[in-house]
């Protein structure tokens, strides 16, 4: 297992500045979030060729562009052209620099509440997405995440049914699986199988009212619930059985912190990352 940091937790500071935090932490890489000041489908190819550089001469790998296209399912077709053209461009930033992984949205809304025209919709551009990818031999990975068609492995595994092309795979985050009330844990890992293609973890917490710092309000099942962004241990997902899971699977991939507690930017990476390596019995 290789350790990166999402760049996204480092946004107030430069790309460039964000992989030399990253250098510092001990981190195998990094992951670029797709937007900017970091990486965006406007970004020109001279700042892209300056990445990859800042990046080798780092020894720092980028495995995955957290690309923020997609939201098919729900979205009108002009608009999907729309996302599929800056899809194109964010597939050529990821080729430029490395990238073995593109990260693409399937859309709402919760899975709990989606039609089968959803699934249909958000099948037919992944599809699409796939296909381009695949021409350059990168994956296309979707983020179990709440509030779309892929929050629960169930419903992940049902979209990746639908898929004509077998590039494409899941991100498994047990942060975001806490916050929709599903199982995160062995059997998760085990469900996905081989869908299973990269790793986000941080950690949340449900609290009786939003307002304090790293706070927001997102709907479950349950309705509207509460939760505070926190760090790996400080929050409400138990993070043990997936690092176990992973170990007993000889999991190959790459695990991507991805805290957005209300710490410093260094500091909670940081911390993150010596609570994975006790996770893992390294420390």
């Known amino acids: 297992m290789k350790f990166a940091a999402f760049?996204?937790?480092?946004?107030?500071?430069?790309?460039?500045?964000?992989?030399?935090?990253?250098?510092k932490l001990?981190?195998?890489?990094?992951?670029?979030?797709?937007?900017?000041?970091?990486?965006?489908?406007?970004?020109?190819?001279?700042?892209?060729?300056?990445?990859?550089?800042?990046a080798d001469s780092l020894?720092?790998?980028?495995?995955?562009?957290?690309?923020?296209?997609?939201?098919?399912?729900?979205?009108?077709?002009?608009?999907?052209g729309q996302t599929f053209d800056d899809f194109q461009r964010m597939l050529h930033h990821a080729g430029e620099l490395g990238a073995s992984k593109l990260?693409?949205?399937?859309?709402?809304?919760?899975?709990f509440l989606a039609q089968p025209h959803h699934f249909a919709k958000a099948a037919y551009w992944i599809d699409r997405c796939a296909a381009e990818a695949k021409a350059q031999q990168i994956d296309i990975i979707m983020e179990i995440h709440n509030g779309s068609l892929v929050e629960t492995v169930e419903s992940s595994l049902h979209l990746l049914s639908m898929l004509k092309h077998d590039n494409v795979g899941m991100i498994h985050d047990a942060g975001n699986m806490y916050i929709t009330d599903t199982d995160y844990g062995r059997d998760s890992v085990y469900q996905l199988g081989k869908s299973l293609f990269h790793v986000h973890v941080k950690d949340e917490l449900r609290i009786e009212k939003a307002g304090a710092p790293g706070s927001f309000v997102d709907l479950t099942h349950r309705g509207e619930e509460h939760f505070l962004q926190s760090r790996m241990g400080e929050g409400g997902a138990d993070h043990?059985?997936?690092?176990?899971?992973?170990?007993e699977t000889n999991y190959p991939g790459w695990i991507t912190l991805e805290c957005h507690a209300p710490f410093p930017a260094y500091e909670r990476l940081e911390h993150d990352y010596k609570q994975v390596k006790k996770l893992l019995g390294r420390s």
Do not use: W
Not at 7 to 23: C, N, P, R
Not at 26 to 54: C, F, Q, Y
Not at 103 to 111: I, M, Q, T
Not at 240 to 247: G, I, K, S, T, V
């Open 7 to 23: 760049s996204g937790v480092l946004i107030d500071h430069s790309i460039q500045e964000a992989m030399q935090l990253t250098k």
């Open 26 to 54: 001990g981190l195998d890489g990094i992951e670029i979030a797709g937007r900017e000041p970091h990486l965006s489908p406007s970004t020109s190819g001279p700042r892209v060729k300056e990445m990859k550089a800042v």
């Open 59 to 80: 020894g720092l790998a980028i495995p995955v562009i957290a690309s923020y296209t997609g939201g098919f399912a729900t979205s009108s077709d002009k608009e999907c």
């Open 103 to 111: 990260r693409v949205s399937p859309g709402g809304p919760n899975a």
């Open 240 to 247: 043990q059985p997936l690092f176990d899971a992973l170990r």
